[in-house]
C-alpha cells in the first residue's frame, strides 16, 4: 500500500492484523534515515541488540504475523514495516497467538494516546516485563530468552527501546489494517487516537463512491460506501498527514439469522431432521449470482439447531454468520398420492445418467420408488430432487426413506419400505421450500460398484407452481443439497415414461366352512389400456378382506401369504399392525395374521402392502379357515 504524506510516497508493508499510526515531523533521527531494504537486526541472534532500522513513512501500523523455519514457529510485531520484536516457539498457534495479542495491546494503547516515555522495564519474578504505565504489554520469561540466546533483562530493554521509538514524536493512529473495506450502502466507524496536535480532518477522494465524516465528540471517522469502487481518504491534524485506501463491495448474499424447519411430526430421527434443518437454512439465503454458499458446521442443541453458514464470492464481501434452526411442528398435508414413479431402468447403471423425470403439477402428489445397481467402474452419486420451474418458491412436502448401499438386493429393498412404512405410519416427514429456479435435494446415497440402493417416498407439491420430480445418478454431487439451475435448460423437456397408478384397490372373501379365498400381489392386470408395470413395484394394494360366518359358533380363519413368484419379503399393514413376513424362498408360506369372527356375524380386516424392491412378485394372499 502507498502512503500519501508530506514526505512523499512511501511504500508500507501489508500486514494480516493490527491498526495504523500518522506520524508527524520531528527532528532528524539517524536511525529514521536507514531505508527500508536495510538489514534488520534480529533479536533471534546471538547478543548482538540494536534498534530497529524504521522506515521514514509516515504511516505505520501495529501488525502481527508468524512464519515457519524449520520446526521452529517465528512471531513477529510490527510497527508499519519495521519489525518490533521477534520469538520463538514450537507451537505456530501459540506464537501467532502472543504476536497478535501483544499487536492488540500496543493498538489500543497508541489510540488512547500512548506516549514513548510510558513504556518501562521492570522485573516480576522470573519473568522480566514490558509495561505502559500500569498497562502489560508482554513478558519476557527464561524460556523466551533462551530461544533469543539473549539475557531476559537485555532482551527486554531492547524491545522498549524498539517500541519507543516507534512512538517517538506526534502521531495519529487509526484503528484499521492498512485498507478498509466497507459494505455497499453501510458505513464503518474507525476509531482514532494518538498524540497529535489540532483539529483532524478527512476528505475522500472520490466522495461518490466513499463518502467520511469525522465525530470529534467519539473521536471516531465514520466511513459509508456509496457505490462498488476504491477511494482514499487523507487524514491531517496540524503537521500529520497521511491517506488510506478504502473499497466500498456489496456483500456476497444474506443469510437470515433464525429460521424455522417445518417437520410434522415432533419426534424426528436425523435421516428426517437434518434435511429439514439444511433445507430452512439453504432456502432463507440469498447469494449474489457465482457466489458460493458453504456450511460450515451443523449440530443439534436441543430444543434448535445452529449452522455456521458462509457465502463467498472473489468481487464480493464474505458474508458469515451463525445460524439458529427452531424445529416448527405443521400439520401433515392430507394428501394421497394419485401416481407412482419408479426408477429401474436401467436397474443397473453403467455411466452417469438422468434415470427419472416427472412433473408434478400444483395440487398433486406422488410416490416414488427406486432401485439401482452401480455397475460402473467407479463410485456413483444416486441423488432425488425437486426442481420448482416456477418463478414462486414451492412448498413440497416430503415423507419416505432410503437404504443402502449394500450387496444384498432382497434386503435393501426392504429396508427402504420398512423405514417408509415407519414414517409414513408416524407422518415423519418435513415441508421443504424449494426457491425459484433452484433444485432440492431429498435423497443422496452414494456406492462404490456392484452396491445396490433403494428407496420409497413420497412428494406432494403443496401450492400452484410447476415441478420435477427427477433420480439422477451423477459421479461428483454438489458439496449442498440446494442449488440454481437453469429453468428453461432443453434438458428439463425431457421426460420419462415410469409413472403408474398409485393405487388398486381388491376384495378377498371367504365364508366360514366354504373355499379359501386368493389374491395374488403384484400379478398382471388383464387391462389392455392400462400402463403394465412388472410387479407393481411403488403401487399400494387395498385389500378388503372379508370373513363371512354362517354357522351358529365362533370360528377361526388366518391370512397366510404364499412366494408365488419367488424368493422375497413383504411388510403388510394389518388391521392397524405393520406385519414383516421375513425372508421367504420360492413357493414358501406363512401365516401373517389370525383372528376370530362371531357366530352368525361378517368381519372386515383392511390389508395394505406395497410391492417392495428385491422381491420377486406376484405375492399370493390366502384367507382361510379350517373346520373339524
Known amino acids: 500500500m502507498l502512503i500519501q504524506s508530506q514526505h512523499g510516497t512511501s511504500p508500507v508493508a501489508q500486514s494480516r492484523?493490527?491498526?495504523?499510526?500518522?506520524?508527524?515531523?520531528?527532528?532528524?533521527?539517524?536511525?529514521?534515515?536507514?531505508?527500508p531494504t536495510s538489514l534488520l537486526i534480529s533479536i533471534l541472534g546471538l547478543s548482538c541488540l540494536g534498534s530497529p532500522r524504521l522506515a521514514t513513512a509516515d504511516l505505520l501500523y501495529f501488525a502481527s504475523s508468524v512464519a515457519q523455519q524449520g520446526a521452529v514457529a517465528v512471531g513477529e510485531?510490527?510497527?508499519?514495516?519495521?519489525?518490533?520484536?521477534?520469538?520463538?516457539?514450537?507451537?505456530?498457534?501459540?506464537?501467532?497467538?502472543?504476536?497478535?495479542?501483544?499487536?492488540?495491546?500496543?493498538?489500543?494503547?497508541?489510540?488512547?494516546?500512548?506516549?514513548?516515555?510510558?513504556?518501562?522495564?521492570?522485573?516480576?519474578?522470573?519473568?522480566?516485563?514490558?509495561?505502559?504505565?500500569?498497562?502489560?504489554?508482554?513478558?519476557?520469561?527464561?524460556?523466551?530468552?533462551?530461544?533469543a540466546q539473549s539475557p531476559r533483562r537485555a532482551l527486554a530493554e531492547q524491545w522498549a527501546e524498539n517500541l519507543r521509538q516507534a512512538l517517538a514524536g506526534p502521531y495519529l493512529c487509526l484503528d484499521i489494517d492498512g485498507k478498509l473495506t466497507v459494505p455497499l450502502s453501510e458505513s464503518r466507524q474507525v476509531r482514532y487516537g494518538g498524540t497529535y496536535a489540532g483539529k483532524l480532518t478527512a476528505t475522500s477522494d472520490a466522495a461518490d463512491l466513499i463518502s467520511v465524516v469525522v465525530d470529534d465528540e467519539n473521536r471516531l471517522l465514520v466511513v459509508s460506501g456509496l457505490a462498488r469502487g476504491v477511494a482514499r481518504i487523507t487524514?491531517?491534524?496540524?503537521?500529520?498527514?497521511?491517506?488510506?485506501?478504502?473499497?466500498?463491495?456489496?456483500?456476497?448474499?444474506?443469510?437470515?439469522?433464525?429460521?424455522?424447519?417445518?417437520?410434522?411430526?415432533?419426534?424426528?430421527?436425523?435421516?428426517?431432521?437434518r434435511p429439514a434443518v439444511l433445507n430452512a437454512i439453504l432456502s432463507n439465503v440469498s447469494a449474489a449470482p457465482g457466489a458460493t454458499v458453504t456450511i460450515e458446521e451443523l449440530r443439534g442443541r436441543s430444543p434448535n439447531w445452529e449452522a455456521a453458514v458462509v457465502i463467498s464470492s472473489p468481487d464480493h464481501l464474505r458474508r458469515a454468520q451463525t445460524v439458529t434452526?427452531?424445529?416448527?411442528?405443521?400439520?401433515?398435508?392430507?394428501?394421497?398420492?394419485?401416481?407412482?414413479?419408479?426408477?429401474?431402468e436401467p436397474e443397473k447403471v453403467t455411466e452417469p445418467q438422468t434415470l427419472l423425470r416427472q412433473m408434478l403439477l400444483g395440487a398433486r402428489s406422488c410416490r416414488l420408488l427406486w432401485?439401482?445397481?452401480?455397475a460402473a467402474h467407479s463410485p456413483l452419486t444416486f441423488i432425488v430432487r425437486v426442481v420448482n420451474l416456477g418463478e414462486e418458491p414451492a412448498s413440497v412436502y416430503i415423507v419416505g426413506a432410503q437404504a443402502g448401499p449394500s450387496h444384498d438386493e432382497i434386503y435393501t429393498g426392504h429396508l427402504a419400505m420398512?423405514?417408509?412404512?415407519?414414517?409414513?405410519?408416524?407422518?415423519?416427514?418435513?415441508?421443504?421450500?424449494?426457491?425459484?429456479?433452484?433444485?432440492?435435494?431429498?435423497?443422496?446415497?452414494?456406492?462404490?460398484?456392484?452396491?445396490?440402493?433403494?428407496?420409497?417416498?413420497?412428494?406432494?407439491?403443496?401450492?400452484?407452481?410447476?415441478?420435477?420430480?427427477?433420480?439422477?445418478?451423477?459421479?461428483?454431487?454438489d458439496p449442498l443439497p440446494l442449488v440454481t439451475i437453469d429453468p428453461d435448460a432443453d434438458h428439463l423437456r425431457k421426460l420419462s415414461d415410469f409413472e403408474y397408478p398409485g393405487s388398486k384397490s381388491a376384495e378377498l372373501v371367504h365364508e366360514i366352512g366354504g373355499a379359501w379365498g386368493f389374491f395374488h400381489v403384484g400379478k398382471r392386470t388383464p387391462d389392455a389400456d392400462m400402463v403394465q408395470l412388472a410387479g407393481h413395484y411403488g403401487v399400494m394394494y387395498d385389500v378388503a378382506a372379508q370373513v363371512v360366518n354362517r354357522s351358529q359358533q365362533q370360528a377361526r380363519f388366518e391370512i397366510a401369504v404364499i412366494?408365488?413368484?419367488?424368493?422375497?419379503?413383504?411388510?403388510?399393514?394389518?388391521?392397524?399392525?405393520?406385519?414383516?413376513?421375513?425372508?421367504?424362498?420360492?413357493?414358501?408360506?406363512?401365516?401373517?395374521?389370525?383372528?376370530?369372527?362371531?357366530?352368525?356375524?361378517?368381519?372386515?380386516?383392511?390389508?395394505?402392502?406395497?410391492?417392495?424392491?428385491?422381491?420377486?412378485?406376484?405375492?399370493?394372499?390366502?384367507?382361510?379357515?379350517?373346520?373339524?
Open 17 to 35: 492484523e493490527g491498526g495504523g499510526v500518522f506520524h508527524g515531523k520531528r527532528a532528524a533521527n539517524p536511525l529514521r534515515m536507514i531505508r
Open 77 to 147: 510485531v510490527r510497527a508499519g514495516p519495521t519489525v518490533l520484536l521477534r520469538f520463538r516457539g514450537a507451537d505456530p498457534g501459540e506464537v501467532a497467538s502472543r504476536a497478535r495479542l501483544v499487536a492488540q495491546r500496543l493498538q489500543q494503547q497508541a489510540l488512547q494516546g500512548l506516549a514513548a516515555s510510558s513504556i518501562q522495564v521492570a522485573p516480576l519474578g522470573s519473568t522480566v516485563t514490558i509495561m505502559a504505565d500500569k498497562t502489560l504489554l508482554l513478558t519476557v520469561d527464561p524460556a523466551t530468552a533462551n530461544l
Open 235 to 273: 487524514v491531517s491534524a496540524a503537521e500529520i498527514s497521511g491517506s488510506f485506501p478504502v473499497e466500498c463491495l456489496p456483500w456476497a448474499g444474506e443469510i437470515q439469522h433464525f429460521v424455522a424447519a417445518q417437520l410434522t411430526a415432533s419426534e424426528a430421527p436425523e435421516a428426517v431432521m
Open 325 to 344: 434452526v427452531t424445529p416448527t411442528l405443521v400439520s401433515r398435508p392430507d394428501v394421497t398420492p394419485d401416481c407412482v414413479l419408479v426408477s429401474n
Open 371 to 374: 432401485h439401482h445397481v452401480n
Open 418 to 477: 420398512y423405514h417408509f412404512w415407519r414414517t409414513l405410519l408416524g407422518s415423519i416427514g418435513y415441508i421443504a421450500t424449494v426457491p425459484p429456479g433452484t433444485v432440492w435435494e431429498a435423497y443422496r446415497c452414494s456406492a462404490h460398484p456392484s452396491r445396490i440402493v433403494s428407496g420409497v417416498s413420497e412428494f406432494a407439491n403443496l401450492g400452484s407452481q410447476p415441478l420435477l420430480i427427477e433420480m439422477l445418478a451423477i459421479s461428483a454431487p
Open 563 to 628: 412366494a408365488s413368484g419367488g424368493a422375497g419379503r413383504g411388510l403388510y399393514l394389518i388391521d392397524g399392525q405393520l406385519v414383516d413376513t421375513g425372508p421367504m424362498r420360492p413357493l414358501q408360506e406363512g401365516v401373517i395374521f389370525r383372528g376370530w369372527v362371531g357366530a352368525g356375524a361378517t368381519k372386515s380386516i383392511p390389508i395394505q402392502t406395497i410391492p417392495q424392491s428385491g422381491s420377486n412378485y406376484p405375492v399370493t394372499l390366502v384367507l382361510r379357515s379350517f373346520t373339524r
